[in-house]
């Protein structure tokens, strides 16, 4: 049984994730707390193989369901390598998304369906989130915070697959609302951060 404790942050691209989870990284290190940050896909020398492969724009014909295979294994491995044995030694654990965003965008934004959670509980080994952050945003607020950057794969994909991923995020709140505390991203970074602190400290005091 795991000791540590483990939040994620979800939201569409752009709703501010990297700037709070930065805030949140600082506040926790300057208390002297035993951390690790992570990002998905990402986080172990393979995964962050498999990242490349997902995100990069020359991988045009990839498919719906190789893309979320993709997503799964780079979990899986990160999911046993590191945050298992984290969580086992009682850390930490902060990730940068996780199964909701496989949930948001391949179940509802690619309309794969019911096979994503599926997949996902060979990914998973029981581990789930003891906190999701979701920063709450319309595909537009994303769309105009990350449009002078270059986009990935994913950012490239039209605004029908961003409405269904806005709306998957809101019927994983909806789901699991023990777990998934929405705070709308429109508000101001500091109202945002203090509000994540708040939960973190509390979750974190009842675990
Ligand atoms: P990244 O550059 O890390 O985006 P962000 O900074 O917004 O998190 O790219 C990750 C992209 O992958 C992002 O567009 C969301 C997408 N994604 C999925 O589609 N499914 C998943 O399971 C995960 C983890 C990410």
Known sequence: MSKGFFITFEGMDG????????????????????????REPGGTPI???????????????????????LYAAARAQLVEEVIAP???????????????????YQAYGRELGDCVSAVNSYALGGI?????????????????RIRDREKDRIEMAPDSFKDRVCRGYELIEKAD????????????????SSRIWDE????????
């Open 47 to 69: 995964s962050e193989k498999i990242r490349e492969i997902i995100l990069d724009k020359g991988n045009s014909e990839m498919t719906d369901v190789t893309e979320m295979l």
């Open 200 to 207: 973190v400290e509390s979750r974190r005091g009842e675990a």
């Open 15 to 38: 709703s501010g994730k990297s700037t709070q989870i930065e805030i949140l990284k600082k506040r926790l290190e300057s208390n002297g707390e035993d951390v690790i940050f992570l």
């Open 128 to 144: 789930m989130p003891d906190l999701t952050i979701l920063l709450r945003s319309d595909a537009n607020l994303g769309e105009t």
């Open 86 to 104: 984290a969580l086992r030694a009682g850390r930490t654990v902060i990730c940068d998304r996780f199964i909701d965003s496989s949930i948001a």
């Open 177 to 192: 609302p023990d777990r998934v505390v929405g705070i709308d991203a429109r508000d101001t970074v500091e109202n945002i």
